[in-house]
């Protein structure tokens, strides 16, 4: 057995003791982000020697494949996100070789991907070049104004008035979002993708008692997504109900789809992304 199979299956075992550790555990454990983050940089150097991440831009003819958006898009925590995964799902039901060109970026929020659109040269060529598109977005914009509410800083004799805000701003940018990918790409040629946002924090709002105050939040946000997604003709996949169930009420941790550090999706959450992905299919391509 060579190293990256023993790595491998330490990561089965170290997935299987996680999955045993009770939620309260696990949150704890996620709390603390500095160990957190200088033991997956260890482990992402290690694992480079394996191959197992591969490249972030794969230099192979054919389909041109323009990956957006924010750590999800990357894959970070992951051994492979869900592009490239998608990508291979594309180039098995069609046959056409795909290169990928992620241009995902952690921490991004939706004005951080728009701001990119409008300015970034390299990127809006990689669109325009591109004959599919995918995004993500929208993960970090809640994610900030949820830890300001629970800090208690959130502003409003209800604190939360940064929950509204971040809903507002977010549906005006993702309607800006679209406008300029499809300004870059004439959909009747182009693969466009996208994908609603899931919920995380179940358990830990469940403990916290904001469960019932926050989620309308979420819902909401992505009910847009899917409503002007099917304005635009744009197929959407529901990340939201495989996650979190068909009410919004199950735990992604529970499921075995999220990572150690309690936010990101693991490798079995990338993977059902790309699945659900690969559901809608290739118009118009095939």
């Known amino acids: 057995m060579d190293f990256c199979e023993r790595l491998e299956r330490s990561k089965a075992i170290f997935g299987s003791y996680l999955a045993a550790r009770s939620v309260k555990a696990l949150r704890n454990l996620a709390k603390s982000r500095i160990f957190f983050n200088i033991f997956l940089a260890c482990l992402l150097i290690l694992l480079m020697g394996c191959g197992s991440l591969g490249s972030k831009s794969s230099t192979s003819g054919g389909g041109n494949y323009a990956a957006l958006g924010d750590s999800l898009a990357v894959g970070y925590t992951s051994l492979e996100g869900y592009v490239p995964r998608y990508a291979r799902h594309v180039q098995t039901d069609t046959g056409i070789v795909i290169n990928i060109n992620d241009l995902g970026q952690p921490g991004w929020t939706s004005s951080d991907l728009l701001h990119a659109l409008r300015t970034d040269a390299g990127l809006r060529n990689a669109v325009s070049s591109a004959e599919i598109v995918t995004w993500d977005i929208g993960g970090n914009d809640l994610k900030v104004a949820y830890e300001s509410f629970v800090a208690g800083n959130c502003g409003g004799?209800?604190?939360?008035?940064?929950?509204?805000?971040?809903?507002?701003?977010?549906?005006?940018?993702?309607?800006?979002?679209?406008?300029?990918?499809?300004?870059?790409?004439?959909?009747?040629?182009?693969?466009?993708?996208?994908?609603?946002?899931?919920?995380?924090?179940?358990?830990?709002?469940?403990?916290?008692?904001?469960?019932?105050?926050?989620?309308?939040?979420?819902?909401?946000?992505?009910?847009?997504?899917?409503?002007?997604?099917?304005?635009?003709?744009?197929?959407?996949?529901?990340?939201?109900?495989?996650?979190?169930?068909?009410?919004?009420?199950?735990?992604?941790?529970?499921?075995?789809?999220?990572?150690?550090d309690g936010f990101h999706a693991n490798d079995s959450g990338h993977n059902l992304i790309a699945d659900l992905l690969r559901g809608l299919a290739y118009a118009p391509v095939k």
């Not at 971040?166 to 549906?171: I, L, R, S």
């Not at 870059?184 to 919920?199: A, E, V």
């Not at 304005?231 to 990572?259: E, H």
Request: include cysteine; aromatic fraction near 10%; charge should be negative.
């Open 157 to 260: 004799s209800d604190n939360q008035d940064c929950l509204r805000i971040a809903v507002a701003t977010f549906k005006t940018n993702w309607d800006a979002i679209i406008s300029q990918v499809l300004s870059l790409r004439d959909p009747s040629k182009t693969i466009l993708r996208t994908m609603d946002i899931y919920n995380p924090f179940v358990a830990e709002q469940h403990v916290l008692g904001n469960f019932g105050t926050v989620k309308p939040y979420l819902d909401d946000v992505d009910a847009y997504i899917e409503s002007s997604t099917q304005l635009r003709g744009i197929p959407c996949a529901k990340v939201y109900q495989a996650f979190n169930g068909p009410s919004g009420t199950d735990d992604p941790v529970f499921k075995g789809l999220i990572a150690i």
